[in-house]
């Protein structure tokens, strides 16, 4: 049976050999180098003891040093199997996923005319080699010495040229017997529509091969010399031979380079990829002429996990790298990524190469950004968020980018990390560099909502007010802020259902915004277990360089509070979670409205300005009803609360009637 083009290439990319073979025999864990897809194993097919066959997962290919067998996956079935070719075709097909189509007749014809026309490339290319070295090629030879372009790199490419003359390659290849139906089906000339005599493709142009991983010539590609030509590059058409969006420029090549060097670089176009491996950069590949596609990226991804898309730092090369996101993250596997390399504005790689050498194309590659960082700057980039409903916008946009990753795993993945970019945006920012301060609206009964605004000027009558005062009841918690991040690290679940609360709560100290932050970026984790809070601990550590929870234990009242124990009932703790977030909240209110009111006491003071003081005094003994340190005196606190907030509102009065 002939099977339909493409048909076993296909299930050949899809398949590891590795995982085919692994069925068979036991790995070589000391030998094989399985980073490397470098396997090694004693071999199937006669008895020995030492490892001495080997798998090569990135080629393909298996071969034993002892008895010399040797093949590829098909091959590794039929033989161990003991069966035909089309019985290991089906085996293998169902192993990938893909029907194996029925019996085709027409394919054996089909295949036979592939061949051909490869053999016709072939002569194209010399064609387009030889005239590379004749008169008419000398601005082509000029302009490949001015791009630093050196013989033995043109031999190493076979770059050839193709003269301005209407039917040159037609007229030499028809001489060597070739029919124009063939040459037309190749793509190398074209037939007119008025039924004239076809003439060729690619004239005057400097022409590239694109090869196969097989390494036959399916296309070409050409460079136009006149600045003025329509296209200033050409690639062939779609042809039985050549799948433009299935094909990677350099593919061969690449593929072994990349196999030693465990890492590929995606460029743009022929010379960027022909530069690159003239500065020893051999794993290089290019897509030809269009945006990267599905088929292409599996490719890139049977030669290397994770890529390299090095794009030219202008607008169209970061807007094809942000198109490219949503293409990859629907195929995203465990170890299976992509990372960006955006280069300097106005620059593609050859320039970056002849301006500052490999040492600066190398730094880049070394600093490449993950896809997730990409994905977050095309979601911010430009956009102010100075609103819930921009906020909410993004939350949006971002929850639909990550939907579409099928791992469980990898998504999990993602949106902790995108949590933690959002964190860092909205939180630690605006909390560290403008100190928490009240922002009132409209509010009735003296109740008011808290925000952020900049720092006021104190006045003399704020900075010797009660508020003021060092061992003041009104002075910004860290003891509160201290116990209610301990009791949502002790219970990660309780934690996650009050994540909104947490995010909104306002942390005034520094030390303990990084540790809020670093709970809500680790709360998405996989926390599974009996021990999530240690696991929580872990990945906070982890992100800190520091144990939070011993940081917070520094404070005695926290560490002595009995529903803050690790062996404490988990329900205990959530409610003293819900109590400390409650009163904390009440108490800022409060705060909040005696700051506005002491403001306003500096004009006019009246019984309705009396009034609001009074109420605020009696929110934040509302707030106070239990104290942090269970136990005696708490009567006492809130009456020695009430006697000065009195005291401070009649001296206040009485200050600004006598003025």
Known sequence: MSLPDGFLDELRTRLSIAQVVGRKVTWD???????????????????????????????????????????????????????GFMEAVEILAREAGMPVPKRDPVAQKKADRRTVLADIMEQALQFYRMQLKTGQAAAARDYLDGRGMPMAIQERFEIGYASDTRAALFQYLTGKGISPADLDEAGLCVKPGDGGTPFDRFRGRIIFPIRDARGRCIAFGGRAMDPNARAKYLNSPETPLFDKGRSLYNHGPAREAAGKTQSLIVAEGYMDVIALAQAGFDHAVAPLGTAITEPQLQLMWRMCPEPVIALDGDTAGIRAARRLIDLALPLLEAGKSLRFVVL????????????????????????????????????????????????????????????????????????????????????????????????????????????????????????????????????????????????????????????????????????????????????????????????????????????????????????????????????????????????????????????????????????????????????????????????????????????????????????????
């Open 344 to 659: 300097p504005e106005g620059q593609d790689p050859d320039d970056l190469l002849k301006a500052a050498g490999p040492a600066a194309m190398q730094a880049l590659l070394d600093k490449a950004q993950p896809m997730v960082t990409l994905l977050w700057e095309r979601e911010i980039e430009g956009k102010v968020f100075d609103s819930p409903e921009r906020r909410a916008a993004l939350d949006a946009s971002l929850r639909t980018a990550l939907a579409a990753i099928q791992d469980p795993s990898l998504r999990t993945h993602y949106t902790a990390a995108i949590k933690e970019l959002r964190a860092e945006l909205f939180a630690p920012k605006n909390r560290a560099d403008t100190p928490w301060q009240p922002s009132f609206g409209k509010g009735g009964k003296g109740k008011g909502k808290f925000g952020y605004r900049p720092p006021q000027t104190a006045t003399a009558g704020t900075k010797t007010s009660l508020l003021a005062q060092k061992d003041s009841p009104f002075e910004p918690s860290r003891l509160r802020e201290s116990m209610i991040l301990a009791a949502a690290i002790r219970n990660p679940d309780a934690a996650l259902e009050r994540e909104t609360a947490l995010e909104k709560c306002p942390i005034a100290a520094p030390d303990l915004i990084k540790i809020q932050s670093a709970l809500l970026a680790s709360l998405h984790l996989d926390l599974s277990g009996e021990d999530a809070s240690g696991k929580l601990i872990s990945a906070m550590t982890g992100r800190l360089g520091f144990d939070p929870m011993a940081h917070l234990l520094a404070l005695p009242p926290v560490r002595i509070h009995p529903h803050l124990k690790p062996d404490t009932d988990p329900e205990l703790i959530a409610l003293t979670l819900s109590e400390e977030l409650a009163k904390h909240a009440a108490n800022k209110g409060a705060e909040l409205e005696l700051l506005e009111a002491e403001r306003d006491l500096e004009g006019l003071a009246d019984e309705g300005l009396t009034w609001r003081i009074q109420q605020a005094s009696s929110e934040r003994d509302m707030a106070t009803k239990a104290s942090v340190n269970p136990g005696a005196g708490q009567s006492e606190d809130r009456e020695n609360l009430s006697q000065q907030l009195q005291k401070l509102i009649d001296d206040q009065v009485w200050v600004k009637k006598k003025q």
């Open 29 to 83: 864990t000391r030998k094989s180098n399985i980073g490397k897809g470098d396997y090694w194993s004693p071999c199937p097919f006669h008895q020995e003891k030492t490892a001495s066959f080997h798998v090569d997962d990135r080629k393909g290919f298996y071969y034993c040093f002892g008895c010399h067998a040797k093949g590829d996956a098909l091959t590794f079935v039929r033989e161990t199997e003991n069966v």
